[in-house]
């Protein structure tokens, strides 16, 4: 909540609200919508029926067959995350359809001008991206129940079924879970420029509470993700067109640009939490990696990737403990960067099951005989065996990025 008009507190140097950060869901956007104004309903009932389609191979003709839209009638930024959702997984049913060994040149006009206008209006990039597949896309069963997984259910799927839903709603968890952490973030620069060291005890506090809540929900991808599915029938959906072999040239969205485009796929390196925590916490990643994490940037709904801007240029925190001198904010500093870094550490183990095991037991799977194409068949994508869905070299990357978190220690 903001503070009332009757305290004398000085203003804090960062309100979440201005940056469409909500005190209650963090970066996630609060209650999506379900539905479109009537004129979307071709949108609509295509992506409501997108799993079969796919599975069946229907979808390009379907989606051939579809009017072309026009967007004027879409009004705020809830009905046009909505359309970008939907868009974005037509999108990526559309072009993966057949494998990576069946994939298309051109996005056809009807669906590309209105993904392309919708993406402007956003500030999002024509792709499917985690703002799409995870921050704008879950419901409540029971509209007064809990934010708990067995009332939670996604508004728009893919091939994958339950591990599909599981993947979804646990890295929505996983956001739930960072939210007492963003307003730790607004509470610990608050303090610095109050010298409320106190406070900033506290704030640190939270934070690190946060982000050992985030890894215990990260924890719960075992319970309700199967790594077959994820790597054989999932994976392929996230992939872009950028850095992948599959895909080397591009994707022409037609009526648009006549030059093919490169956008990566879908990743949680795109969430905001944790390059905030990071700016925060002034962790310094290698040239190399940082460089990929910075271009993730691009894909974060524009105000979010503002608040990242706004942390980098705020006041230093790592600084402030450092000079201040103090053994207990120094230790509560280094709980955080602790977390932080234990945190990545499950994520590496959470990434060698789901892709680097799961890629093994598919090889072996391949080189059976009677191995068919298609990712509904389950053949999984091989141009992506030891890449990310956003195109990075996947365990080098993310090992630099956990070892330099811990690297933001500070010693005694
Ligand atoms: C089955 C589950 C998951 C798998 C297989 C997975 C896989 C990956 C891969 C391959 C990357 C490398 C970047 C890329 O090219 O895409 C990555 C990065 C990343 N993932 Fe995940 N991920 C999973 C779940 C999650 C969840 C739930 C979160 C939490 C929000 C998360 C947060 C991140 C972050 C923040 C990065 C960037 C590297 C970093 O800052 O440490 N991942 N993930």
Known sequence: MESSDDTEEPPLPLALSSFQVSEEFGFLLPDP??????????WMDLAHELPQLITSHQLRSRVHQMPQLSTQH??????????????????????????????????????????????????????????DFVLANWRRKDPNGPLEIENLDTIITLP????????????????????PGIKAIVQALGAILQRDEESLHRALQEL??????????????????????????????????????????????????????????????QSTVLHAFDELLGICHRQDTAAFLHRMRDYM????????????????????????????????????????TDFRSLHIAIVTKYIAIAAARARARRAQPSARAGPSAGKPPAALEGKGTGGSHIFSFLKSIRDTTREGMISA
């Open 301 to 340: 709904p524009r105000p979010h990737r503002a608040f990242v801007q706004e942390l980098r240029g705020a006041v230093s925190l790592r600084q402030h403990v450092l000079s201040s001198g103090d053994a207990r904010l120094r230790a509560a500093f280094n709980r955080c960067v602790g977390a932080l």
């Open 160 to 179: 994958g079924g339950e591990s599909l839903r599981g993947f979804i709603l646990v890295t929505l968890l996983v956001e739930k879970a960072a939210v």
């Open 33 to 42: 919508l379900t539905e479109l104004p009537a004129p979307y309903g071709p």
């Open 74 to 131: 879409l009004q705020g930024r809830e009905e046009l995350h909505l359309a970008h959702l939907v868009l974005s997984f037509i999108t990526m049913g559309y072009v993966w359809q057949e494998g990576e060994e069946g994939t298309v040149q051109v996005l056809p006009r009807n669906l590309a001008v209105p993904y392309w206008e919708v993406s402007q209006a956003l500030g999002l990039p024509p792709i499917l991206s985690h703002a």
């Open 208 to 269: 690190a509470g946060a982000i050992g809540a985030m890894s215990e929900a990260l924890r719960r991808m075992h319970d309700y993700v199967d790594p077959e599915v994820f790597y054989s029938v999932i994976r392929i959906f996230l992939s872009g067109w950028k850095d992948n072999p599959a895909m080397p040239h591009g994707l022409i969205y037609e009526g648009v640009s006549p030059e093919p485009l490169a956008f990566s796929g879908g990743s949680a390196a």
